[in-house]
């Protein structure tokens, strides 16, 4: 790996120490959800009920970690963001593990 | 950006689910011409980017969220097919594991995020920056890159939500998916964005660009004359 590459892993990595900014801000700015990615007790409050196909189809998938957070990351603010940030690191390595394998069986096959 | 489940009617996410599939092979043919080892792990490590960038929710205060996506520096770098793949592996791992845009909205996130996104930085980069020398108009390319991606991604989802209530609703017209009509949709997703989350893209973009000039210029794809 050349030095370049470890500085590069190393900007990752304080990337990944710093993901909780972005659980925090919103927070303290109290900005709400992103547009059009309300849930479903948002959308009934918006709207005074909840469309037909939404509810049959937002109920579809189970997510393991939900929003970035780890299953009973307890409720305080430092478990809170410990659990940001393994669920960021988690992502992390999942996402990079899975492109470098998916890259390698997909290169071109002559050598440079 | 990530549209749950629930939002699209059938008969826009399963066009759109297509019309990502086509993509795919299409970049995985040209990946399989192109992708050269020393490539790989840059390509791993922008696809962690991508992914971690989108951890940083931006609050505009009172109202809403928004983030970066990092596929406009990874269009610019690797170029726009090897972006299309990471970016769609990020968002593809975002809806299974971390329940971040739907099962159903794969297709239509992957489109807006992982084809657009790249897609028009890379064009608006070779536009503004061609192969000149000129710094000035590499790093302007690469802002207006990030910003009009970004923007381009935003728009179509808006797009795509805002036609719900046209094309699904039951006989006394209540909408069966996303709710709100165009003239509503797109003000709001097109405003946030190119009043503030468009710009963060574009200075990342700049400025991730200008840290790979000063140290591998030869491997930015977008300055190498290649066509997309």
Redo the contacts between chains.
């Keep these: 790996m050349t030095t370049f590459q470890k500085r590069l892993l190393l900007f990752l990595f304080i990337l990944a120490i710093l993901t909780p900014a972005g659980m925090i801000l919103p927070e303290v700015f109290k900005a709400g959800d992103a547009w059009g990615e309300w849930g479903i007790d948002t959308i009934q409050e918006m709207l005074g009920f909840v469309p037909e196909g939404m509810k049959k189809l937002s109920e579809l998938w189970k997510a393991p970690l939900p929003d970035y957070s780890l299953p009973d990351d307890g409720q305080s603010l430092s478990s809170q963001i410990i659990s940001y940030i393994l669920s960021g690191i988690i992502g992390a390595i999942i996402t990079g593990g899975i492109i470098f394998i998916f890259a390698r069986l997909n290169k071109r096959k002559v050598k440079d | 950006?990530?549209?749950?489940?629930?939002?699209l009617?059938p008969q826009t996410y399963i066009p759109l689910y297509g019309a990502s599939v086509v993509f795919w092979g299409m970049a995985?043919k040209r990946?399989?011409?192109?992708?050269?080892?020393?490539?790989?792990?840059?390509?791993?490590?922008?696809?962690?980017?991508?992914?971690?960038?989108q951890?940083?929710?931006?609050?505009?205060?009172?109202?809403?969220?928004?983030?970066a996506v990092g596929a406009s520096i990874t269009a610019l770098i690797l170029g726009p097919w090897a972006a299309l793949?990471?970016v769609s592996?990020?968002l593809i791992?975002?809806?299974?594991?971390?329940?971040?845009g739907?099962?159903?909205a794969i297709g239509a996130n992957c489109f807006n995020m992982a084809v657009v996104i790249p897609f028009v930085s890379y064009w608006v980069f070779r536009l503004i920056a061609g192969n000149r020398d000129s710094k000035k108009r590499v790093y302007t390319g690469a802002f207006l890159a990030g910003y009009t991606g970004l923007t381009a991604g935003a728009l179509l989802?808006?797009i795509e939500?805002g036609i719900q209530p046209l094309i699904?609703h039951?006989q006394t017209g209540?909408?069966?998916?996303?709710?709100y009509p165009l003239k509503i949709?797109i003000p709001?997703?097109a405003l946030?964005h190119m009043l503030l989350f468009s710009i963060i893209e574009g200075i990342l973009t700049a400025g991730i660009l200008r840290y790979f000039m000063k140290?591998?210029p030869q491997s930015v794809y977008a300055l190498k004359g290649g066509t997309a």
């Design positions: 950006m990530h549209i749950p489940d629930g939002y009617s995985m990946l399989k011409k192109e992708l050269s080892d020393k490539e790989i792990p840059y390509l791993a490590m922008a696809g962690v980017f991508s992914f971690l960038i951890m940083f929710n931006i609050p505009i205060p009172g109202g809403t969220t928004g983030h793949i990471a592996t990020v791992i975002q809806a299974l594991v971390f329940g971040d739907g099962i159903t989802t808006a939500f699904a039951d209540n909408p069966l998916y996303a709710p949709a709001a997703m946030e140290h591998e």
